[in-house]
């Protein structure tokens, strides 16, 4: 029985703490430029590729543009038609490998249809791959090696438990997601040794059968299955921190735009029972964009070493 004068619903409200990843983002930014500034020359430069004129994938491109120049990072950007064939686009991509000017390369997704996006993430060179898809890379993180690129959002992820002081280690975290993208990587990163990590991972998916069973004894729930509001207040214990990384646009005749954004997580009914959560927008978003930059220096430095080596 509750001895508390206050409900527990109540009282987890007085300490539930909204993550802003905004904030944590814009501290990652500044100490960048910092780092760039105290470069001598030689600046880091990222090119973009970006095949059609996607409304979403342009707004996403200038987006991360523009905290370049933010930064004092150098950025490129090659558009290309949405007809290009795959054979022409790893070409492209083979040509800024071998540019030693270039140390990142992102290729924006989604693609087109009928390119093989696995094909081309692995054809970027492994010491390029500032989005951390490469295959290379993805063994990098299971082996644990640092010189090997996180991607982005999971790195992201753990950023914000490491800043914000969210203790991981013996902790049960459950994944709500697969993808090679964000779920799958989340998790290695979890598990590795150190902090933040030392966690005890369950990863869970839309097969998974009563999830709820898994959800409601976890401390730390990473939620990226891709369902708008999918995870409700029945599948959350008090106490939990819960990182949203879900994006969905819900109809809603009431903004402007006649859309409104949330995440993967019931936000309103959610939030109440957590210690903390990341919000949709606002969370985890400005946090990936942040997380490529940090990964176009180190990528820059690693350039440097070899050339030096």
Known sequence: ??????????????????????????????????????????????????????????????????????????SQLLVLPDSITQEDLLDAISKANADQEIHGILVQAPLPAHIDERKVFNHVNPTKDVDGFNATNLGKLCQE?????????????????????IVTEGKHVVVLGRSLIVGKPAGMLLLRKGIPGNATVTFCHSRTPDLAKFTQKADIIIVAIGKPQFLTADMVSTGTTIIDVGINRLAD?????GFRLVGDVDYDK????????TPVP???????????????VKAFKLSLETSYS
């Not at 760039?36 to 004129?53: D, H």
């Open 253 to 257: 005749s009431a903004k402007k735009s």
């Open 145 to 165: 090696m640092e010189e090997g690129f996180t991607s982005c959002t999971p790195a992201g992820i753990l950023e914000i438990l490491k800043r914000k002081k």
């Open 270 to 277: 959610v939030a109440p029972l957590c210690s903390a959560i």
């Open 1 to 74: 029985m509750n001895s508390s004068p206050f409900p527990v619903v109540l009282f987890s409200k007085l300490f539930m703490e909204v993550i802003d990843g905004n904030e944590i983002a814009a501290q990652i930014i500044s100490e960048l430029k910092v780092e760039v500034n105290s470069f001598s020359q030689e600046r880091p430069t990222v090119l973009f590729i970006r095949v059609g004129e996607d409304p979403a994938s342009v707004s996403y491109v200038r987006k991360k543009q523009n905290t370049a120049k933010k930064i004092g990072i150098t």
């Open 282 to 296: 606002g969370g985890v978003g400005p946090m990936t964009v942040a997380m490529l930059m940090s990964n176009t």
